[in-house]
């Protein structure tokens, strides 16, 4: 990923299986358990089960985490946001504290929210948006900015 992204991702699940996921760049995410749920383990952290319901806000760092998934189906919708992205896109005082907590090096869950009708409008424009030509990726890159104001606005840290 190079900026920030929006993801589907839908997980498949026939037995119970730990996954060992690493980032390649820190990165927040803001994620919405659609369907199914999955349990979190970030070290040192009490395991955290996102489920349907709202979204959570993460911060994935380059340490390693874990999910646990268990049969059946678990999809999400997740919206990433690189440094790089974060440092131009807002200058809130949560942005900055974000970027402070990257710097540590650990990753971290922060807050669950329940999805308001901005968000759940944003997520449908953008679902199947195509952004091959330069004025779809702005319009695209614009709507993701609208995300993560909106989500920077509300004061998401603990």
Not at 92 to 112: I, N, P
Request: glycine letters at 6%; hydrophobic letters at 35%; one cysteine or more.
């Amino acid at each position: 990923m190079d900026g920030f992204a929006m993801l589907r991702v839908v997980f498949y699940i026939k037995q119970p299986c730990l996954v060992i996921v690493s980032e390649d760049s820190p990165r927040t995410v803001i994620q919405e358990i659609v369907d199914g749920h999955m349990e979190l383990l970030f070290k040192g952290q009490k395991p955290l089960v996102l489920q349907p319901g709202g979204y959570d806000i993460l911060q994935l760092n380059t340490d390693e985490y874990a999910l646990v998934l268990q049969p059946g189906i678990c999809e999400m919708l997740r919206f990433e946001f690189e440094e790089s992205v974060m440092k131009t896109v807002s200058k809130t005082a949560t942005v900055k504290q974000w970027l402070d907590k990257l710097k540590s090096g650990k990753s971290a869950y922060y807050s669950h929210r329940p999805i308001d009708e901005k968000l759940q409008s944003l997520q449908s424009e953008m679902q199947y948006c195509r952004a091959y030509t330069e004025e779809e990726q702005e319009w695209f890159n614009d709507k993701l900015d609208e995300v993560f104001e909106m989500v920077t606005e509300q004061g998401v840290l603990k």
